[in-house]
């Protein structure tokens, strides 16, 4: 299978939130969950108890299936690493490891879309993140794409709803570009791309991630958002980097 885009989800659920429009459309997309092991049995992390669980190994298996059958509603599937979450290490995750694990995975000329790691910099989306510079440098394409709910806990940026110059000077568009500052690309050599979802993909899209049913509740409680609500997941946007000669 010739590969078009593959999109890097820190976690089960990132891709649906924040890539539908890559997902739905007509290309060859393959995702890779990133923090996707399983960890000890008697494990119980702390975003799974707000989740309810009692067992976090049972809680990832758990997770595992409600992503294959969310990304079956695109006609998708994962390709699982076995790195732990964070809630489940106390060490950070070196994005060296990462990348390793990604050259049984991402072959050239594939696009990878990774989190830019907005909002409150979540350090398995920033290992991530870094992971794909990596690969950037050694000549991969790179886009990286706003992490939701993370990017939006202060709403969306102006031109993003209503369309205009990505360097609008509204006070989220100014936070944006400071965290996108962290990347060490220029952000002026970025090409932003807001895309709206049509009336149905939305629609798919929000049937997609209500299949993650452990994590309604934890999503919404912790970012403080509606996952219906109408403005928040029907817009999603990405950044393409420039290539490294
Ligand atoms: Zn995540």
């Known amino acids: 299978m010739d590969l078009d885009a593959v999109i890097l ?3 089960f659920d990132d891709a649906v ?3 539908w429009h890559v997902l739905a459309s007509a290309r060859e997309v393959l995702v890779v969950n990133v923090f996707a092991g399983e960890p000890p049995a008697g494990t119980l992390g702390s975003w799974d108890r707000l989740a309810g669980a009692t067992d976090s190994a049972a809680a990832v298996r758990r997770r595992m299936e409600e ?9 998708r599937a994962a390709v ?3 790195f732990l979450d964070g809630q489940y290490r106390e060490a950070g995750q070196t994005p060296g490891e990462i990348v390793e694990a990604l050259h049984g995975v991402v072959v050239g000329g594939t696009r990878i879309y990774a989190p830019a790691s907005l909002g409150d910099h979540h350090r398995d989306h920033t290992a ?3 992971a794909a510079l990596a690969l950037r440098a050694d000549g991969a394409e790179v886009a990286m794409y706003a992490d939701l709910p993370h990017a939006t806990v202060l709403g969306w940026p102006r031109w993003v709803p209503n369309g205009g110059s990505a360097t609008g000077t509204d006070p989220v568009s100014e936070r944006w570009a400071r965290q996108l500052e962290g990347t060490n690309v220029p952000v002026k050599r970025m090409v932003a791309n807001a895309h709206r979802l049509s009336v149905g993909d939305h629609a798919a899209k929000l049937k997609a991630v209500l299949t993650y049913r452990s994590q309604v509740a934890p999503l919404e409680h912790v970012f403080g958002c ?4 109408p403005q928040l997941l029907a817009f999603e946007v990405e950044w393409r980097l ?3 000669d």
């Not at 509606?226 to 609500?229: A, P, V």
Request: a neutral charge; charged letters at 20%; aromatic letters at 4%.
């Open 9 to 11: 989800s820190p976690h």
């Open 128 to 130: 991530v993140r870094d």
């Open 80 to 82: 699982n690493l076995p």
């Open 17 to 19: 939130l924040s890539c």
């Open 226 to 229: 509606s996952l219906q609500d």
């Open 67 to 75: 992503d294959r059958r969310a990304l079956a509603f695109a006609g």
């Open 242 to 244: 420039p290539l490294i």
